[in-house]
């Protein structure tokens, strides 16, 4: 059990002047679930490379338990790691594979053969545990990639996108799994992945990154309800956030044939701009019966049962504007060419600064 | 040993006529691959291999008497075995001086597997290092090493010997001692190492660095050092390497009449077999059976190394390792 402390941790390759990973500031509880998240590229693998020691912390520092391992070998951070490929040794058992690192570090065999029946129960693969790697299937092998991580007991654990490579089905049930597993254990996590839904679902916290700096660190509700940049607003939730480019006005925006009203907190973090971001989740709309709000041409209809998701375009969006999304019910969605208007839900809005991104009050 | 071909599953999509077409061409190869008459002609070709082989077997086989009366495919139809010429090959002194093959069989073995067992050791730990260790330098280290495949090995023969003999000077400063090895088995040993060393690495470094990286690492948060990763993880995984390899170098090795001759220095003591048998050829020319028998048993040793080796060509080693 420890916490874990980036402290302006910075990882510069050889040859490359940008950072992957630039002076990260993050704390991590002990006992808590942080998910890494980021598009790829982000550097979210990176840090956790970084954590593990098998990336190197070029300046700042990383503790681990209040002791900065920063330049300590891998095996010498008390951490356990589940790789994305899994990365089982093929020649081993599944016993053999769960036992190596307690063999290594001198366990007799006896207390060893307990360990690892134990979280073999636990993740229900005794009947496997004589069997080759090869000889799992892929949820099994995740299964085995995770013993091999509890049965060490570590302070914390790291894994890097370990459900992305199980089909769609398995990935949810074991996304509960290890949930469930880390609640129990009440191991300090540590979870990258490029999946926000997973992000949301799993986190304690969830820390967003882009381009190896890190964005926001928040509850996934806030991260959802208060985004700090347009970037955040636009990455967590699917589909994503609409952001249109609205003109300013005295009291509100002006978006399309509509004045939206503005907060006063908004409206006085605006003051000198003449245009803003206007963010709007897909959920935050009503269609209107008669013929006022905004017009939407709609392009898509995605059905999936309880809600469809309608894209269209706004009238004054030009061409290369993302598609506009809004949440409609299953029930009786628009159909594809039909001309829709919709009203947004007041106090529903996200404002950013149109050139930093920034949120506005 | 045979190979089922599974059936090529139906596309269940339309194909476009170019995709159509490429697919129909490679089934056509394969059709005329597995076509009665192509596997008729590979037992031909097999059975034309194989006689001169079978013809050294039978006359070695054969009485005195028949050898040198008929050929040996008379022996299909009258067959008579006899032992008798392995018998005298091997353990008679009767011929030429210098006693039957048997004692050269066991320098054979003396000379081969330290011969194959050295450059393993030596080129395994290298091209690990070279392949998963980061420094500076490491890749310039490897091309060096692989280009010393280039110089003949018949350019370093006389150098060599001069070193073992002779140690190496400038003038009258001593770089290397005499090392009063020549005509010994350390000789031949050290001189096939340093022969076998650059392809041993080039090959086991290119096997080894296609290993997972992620394996590697798990080793590395699991606890494991270097030496326990190679040990515990890479030798493991790269043994189709390292028996291709060993098969590789025990054959040529056996074969070789050369380096064991120059750096043997010709004493009974440390000859090969293949020393042994040249010097045959020249003083039992006439007796076929005996020389045939001499033969058979030369090809014996490494067809058991080879078919003892053969199980470790596992394809597939790493299946289950990683995902994708």
């Known amino acids: 059990m420890a916490d874990v402390r980036y402290i302006n941790a910075t990882c510069l390759y050889e040859g490359n002047p940008v950072p992957a990973i630039n002076s990260l500031n993050l704390e991590i509880g002990d006992g808590e679930f942080m998910v890494l998240v980021g598009p790829s590229g982000s550097g979210k693998s990176t840090a956790l490379r970084m954590l593990a020691g098998l990336e190197p912390v070029s300046t700042g520092e990383i503790d681990i338990g209040g002791v900065n391992v920063s330049n300590r070998a891998p095996k010498d951070r008390d951490i356990a790691m589940v790789f994305q490929n899994y990365a089982l040794y093929p020649h081993m058992s599944v016993a053999e594979n769960m036992g190596f690192a307690l063999k290594l570090k001198g366990v007799p065999k006896e207390e060893r053969d307990r360990k690892v029946v134990e979280a073999a129960k636990l993740l229900d693969l005794e009947k496997y545990l004589d069997r080759k790697p090869k000889a799992l299937s892929g949820g099994q092998r995740q299964r085995v990639a995770m013993g091999r991580a509890i049965v060490r007991e570590p302070s914390v654990f790291l894994m890097d996108e370990p459900l992305s490579n199980l089909d769609a089905k398995l990935r949810v049930e074991t996304r509960a799994n290890i949930a469930n597993l880390q609640a129990r254990l009440g191991t300090t996590t540590v979870y990258v992945t490029h999946d926000q839904v997973e992000a949301m679902t799993m986190g304690n916290r969830v820390a967003v990154l882009k381009d190896g700096v890190l964005q926001q660190v928040d509850t996934p509700r806030n991260l959802y309800d208060r985004p700090t940049n347009a970037f955040v607003a636009a990455f967590i939730g699917s589909p994503a956030m609409n952001l249109r480019q609205a003109k300013l006005v005295d009291d509100g925006a002006v978006l399309g044939a509509v004045t939206l009203p503005l907060p006063r907190p908004v409206l006085e973090a605006a003051k000198g701009l003449s245009t803003i971001t206007l963010g709007m989740r897909p959920e935050a709309f009503t269609i209107s019966s008669d013929e006022t709000g905004l017009a939407l041409d709609v392009k898509l209809v995605e059905e999936l049962g309880a809600d469809a998701y309608v894209y269209g375009t706004l009238s004054g969006d030009s061409p290369e504007e993302r598609p506009f999304v809004i949440r409609a019910g299953g029930a009786a969605p628009p159909r594809i060419g039909d001309l829709i208007h919709i009203s947004i839900l007041v106090g529903q809005e996200h404002a950013f600064h149109p050139d930093t991104g920034e949120r506005l009050g | ?324």
């Open chain 2, 1 to 324: 040993m045979t190979t089922t071909t599974p059936p090529i599953a139906t596309a269940p999509v339309p194909l476009t006529g170019a995709e159509a077409a490429r697919v129909s061409d490679v089934k056509k190869v394969r059709r005329a691959f597995s076509s009665p008459i192509a596997s008729l002609l590979v037992v031909i070709l097999t059975v034309l291999w194989t006689v001169p082989t079978f013809g050294l077997l039978v006359t070695s086989l054969r009485t005195k008497a028949d050898a040198n009366s008929n050929g040996w495919w008379t022996f299909l139809a009258h067959p008579h075995v006899t032992l008798a010429n392995y018998n005298s090959i091997l353990f008679s002194n009767s011929f030429g001086g210098g006693g039957g093959l048997f004692p050269y069989m066991v320098n054979s073995l003396a000379i081969c597997i330290p011969a194959t067992l050295i450059p393993i050791a030596i080129a395994s730990m290298a091209a690990y290092v070279l392949a998963w260790v980061r420094f500076k330098g490491s890749d310039f280290i490897f091309f060096v090493i692989f280009a010393l495949q280039v110089v003949p090995l018949q350019m370093s023969l006389v150098p060599l010997l001069q070193l073992y003999s002779g140690g190496a000077h400038i003038g009258s400063f001593t770089i290397l001692p005499k090392l009063h090895i020549a005509g010994t088995y350390t000789a031949i040993w050290l001189s096939h190492t340093m022969f076998s060393l650059p392809l041993a690495v080039f090959l086991l470094h290119n096997f080894m660095s296609q290993l997972p990286s992620s394996v590697i690492e798990a080793a590395r948060v699991d606890g494991a050092g270097p030496m326990r990763i190679f040990r515990s993880v890479v030798l493991p995984l790269a043994t189709p390497a390292i028996a291709s390899f060993g098969i590789f170098q025990f054959i040529w090795v056996w074969n070789d009449l050369l380096v064991a001759l120059t750096f043997g220095g010709g004493s009974p003591k440390v000859q090969p077999l293949t020393a042994r048998l040249s010097q045959l050829t020249g003083s039992l020319g006439s007796k076929w059976e005996l020389l045939t028998a001499g033969g058979f048993i030369s090809i014996v040793i490494p067809m058991i190394v080879f078919f003892a080796l053969q199980r470790y060509f596992v394809r597939g080693l790493l299946a289950g390792s990683v995902k994708g």
